[in-house]
């Protein structure tokens, strides 16, 4: 036993640095020749003797082995005398790589078996359950480790540990094509072809004169500056690169057409057969009010002004149109309360007021009275009123920054006070741009 098991040492010494490749498909034959060693129960052992086998891969993972073994004995039993043990077996055995997956050095397997054993003058049936490994140097050539349990039936059953430690050669690996890749490896095992195509014939499948091995695109017809790729719309840019594979266009543009020559392609651009720049979506910029200034950047796409004041005017323009909207916001005597129809007024003032060439514009907000009542009283009243009409205009949206409220009282009339119509226009607030 103490000889087995530095054997056994310096088996898994040189495994670790060896590779496994199992017996199957490639190479389904398998032999082995090496030496036994066997201990019987309640008996003696036996030495190191010749043990073979010869097997043959059966598919997903199962092979069927024929194995023979020979021993001595000494004094089986206490006979006293020296036996010579003989085993002819069929074992069926079990790659557990199948189960485990490739361990890249180590190749274990399962079996089990029948088989005729002979010791001295009698023999029997057996029946055995083994474990095992392979390790190879190369894909033919390499050792195997076995361990087994059996149980011979003779006229004095008895049970018995064989353990085998020898070399194994692996063959019956066929190239059927001739073409110097194994059949296990080679895609097209009938027919012979380069290893660069896994073993396959170079052919042309697509018939554009550019061979398989080299065309990128076996099966649609190409040109050979495009590795055998096709550039269906002629262009120069091959059609797995083409935006737009079936409408000519331009290289940078990963071959989509742009007509207006802008940069935009025509998919993208909203005026294909006008100029335009990018970030305008290929459309040239307007500027409504012709004043040198687009619309982007103009603040008053309506009104004309200088670039220096973005595009609006520097100047109030509406000054009149504001009067005439203003016209008629007058009071009762003594009341800066609102008379029927000034809100109306109001609101058409409040729209001028904030459209955008106006919105740079401050205007001033000025209160009258007649000559009823005091000075001081109607200071007073001149206040209230504009500051109720100020009110107003911030509710429908004017800024009150561009508003600025004064009273003039009785100072300023632009009628008579000696007669009721005279004093109602006096009686009123003007809107006026503040220069």
């Known amino acids: 036993m103490k000889h087995l098991k530095i ?59 024929l194995a023979a073994s020979g021993n ?66 190369n894909n033919n050539v390499g050792l195997t480790l076995r361990s087994e349990y059996r149980k011979v039936n003779t006229p004095i059953d008895f049970e018995m540990f064989q353990h085998s430690l ?29 290893a660069e195509l896994n073993g396959c014939p170079d052919t042309d499948a697509d018939d554009d004169g550019v061979e398989d091995c080299c065309d990128e695109c076996r099966d649609v017809a190409g040109l050979a500056e495009f590795n055998g790729c096709p550039d269906t719309d002629g262009d120069g840019v091959e059609d797995r690169e083409d935006a737009c594979p079936e409408i000519p266009g331009l290289m940078e543009l990963n071959g989509c057409p742009d007509k207006d020559g802008d940069g935009v392609t025509d998919a993208e651009d909203k005026c294909p057969d006008v100029f335009g720049p990018e970030p305008n979506s290929g459309c040239p910029y307007i500027d409504n009010d012709g004043d040198g200034v687009i619309d982007i950047l103009d603040k008053c796409i309506t009104v004309p002004g200088p670039a220096s004041n973005e595009g609006c005017p520097e100047n109030f323009l509406d000054q009149e149109t504001v009067d005439l909207a203003a016209k008629g916001i007058n009071f009762d005597t003594g009341k800066y309360s609102f ?73 300023k009339p632009i009628d008579t006070n000696a007669t009721n119509a005279g004093r109602l226009n006096n009686r009123r607030v003007e809107i006026k741009e503040m220069k």
């Open 7 to 65: 054997a056994v040492l310096a088996l898994l010494l040189i495994v670790s640095y060896s590779n496994v490749n199992a017996q199957d498909e490639g190479n389904p034959w398998m032999t082995t020749f090496g030496a036994n060693y066997i201990d019987i129960k309640d008996g003696d052992t036996g030495t190191f003797l010749p043990y073979a086998s010869l097997g043959r891969y059966l598919g997903k993972g199962f092979s069927l082995e």
């Open 72 to 137: 001595r004995v000494d004094r089986p039993w206490g006979t006293g005398a020296e036996a010579t043990f003989f085993a002819v077996d069929m074992n069926v055995r079990y790659d557990l790589n199948k189960v485990f997956g490739d361990t890249k050095w180590f190749d274990p397997f399962l079996y089990t078996g029948i088989g005729q054993n002979f010791l001295a003058n009698e023999d029997g049936l057996g029946f055995k359950l083994g474990a095992g490994f392979n390790t190879w140097f």
């Open 166 to 194: 020898g070399l194994a050669f692996r063959f019956g690996n066929s190239d059927t094509d001739g073409d110097g890749i194994r059949d296990r490896d080679d895609a097209c095992p009938r027919d012979a072809g380069p």
């Open 339 to 411: 008379r029927p129809g000034v809100t109306e007024i109001l609101d058409n003032v409040a729209v001028l007021l904030n459209q955008d060439y106006a919105l740079q514009f401050r205007f001033a907000v000025d209160g009258h009275t007649d000559s009823t009542g005091s000075e001081a009283l109607n200071m007073t009243l001149s206040n209230n009123r504009a500051n109720a009409v100020k009110e107003y205009l911030i509710s429908k949206g004017v800024d009150a920054s561009r508003l600025v409220t004064k009273g003039y009282g009785e100072s």
